[in-house]
């Protein structure tokens, strides 16, 4: 059984299209994150949802869209993809908010902006 | 501004080599202190939290401590298994934000 689940794994686009990244945990966790991880392995939080509900924005640019339709699925809209978004995307989840706990990860996803 | 620095950046052991990672921060306060476990291609996989200095804990080969300044992955008679890159993460100075080192890359040579 996946506990967090991430799709697609791999994406390859081209500068200025918009996608999407699915999240889904069946963890029964109420909080989920995003964090990005660039090519020196640097994990960077991005956002947070507490049951669906934004508690971290960190600094990324508002070209990033989260959304929560409920608490276990956190989906990442990114619009006019530019060079530097190419990373590693972690979805995450965990129980509880205002402390970090135990997070667990899903597989991540690869994009690659061409 | 808060920082987590991790070291050494790689670390190549023979199988049974004892040693230890290092992780040290400047983030002021007491907030938790993580360690992950990342293997190439996956998602980081959570080892311990520590939020008191002098706090120990231990998992199979790997123990985590914990003072004021920096914490320690100490590894004992590891295995091939155990090969991976080790993650330190520090809670921010504001509650939400955490603070990932850029890792320590591990391998055991058998």
């Known amino acids: 059984d996946t506990a967090v689940s991430q799709t697609p794994k791999y994406l390859v686009t081209q500068m200025g299209n918009d996608k999407s990244i699915k999240c889904e945990q069946n963890?029964?966790?109420?909080?989920m994150y995003w964090y990005k991880q660039d090519s020196k392995k640097f994990l960077k939080i991005m956002f947070s949802?507490?049951?669906?509900?934004?508690?971290i924005n960190e600094t990324v640019p508002n070209r990033f869209s989260p959304k929560s339709p409920d608490k276990a699925h956190l989906n990442l809209h990114i619009n006019s993809l530019e060079l530097g978004d190419s990373a590693v995307y972690f979805c995450?989840?965990?129980?509880?908010?205002?402390?970090?706990?135990?997070?667990?990860f899903g597989p991540g996803t690869r994009l690659t902006v061409t | 501004e808060d920082q987590v620095t991790q070291s050494p950046e790689a670390l190549r052991l023979q199988e049974g080599e004892s040693s230890s990672l290092n992780c040290s921060y400047t983030v002021s306060g007491l907030r938790g202190l993580f360690w992950y476990r990342q293997d190439p291609g996956k998602g980081p996989e959570f080892l311990f939290t520590?939020?008191?200095a002098g706090e120990e804990k231990e998992k199979e080969r790997l123990k985590a401590t914990l003072t004021k300044k920096e914490s320690f992955l100490h590894i004992t008679a590891p295995k091939p298994e155990d090969s991976a890159t080790y993650l330190c993460a520090r809670e921010g100075s504001s509650a939400s934000k955490i603070i990932f080192g850029s890792g320590t890359r591990l391998s055991i040579r058998p």
């Open positions: 949802y507490n049951n669906k509900e934004l508690i």
């Open positions: 995450a989840s965990s129980q509880g908010s205002g402390n970090f706990y135990e997070q667990y």
């Open positions: 520590l939020y008191s």
């Open positions: 963890l029964g966790h109420d909080t």
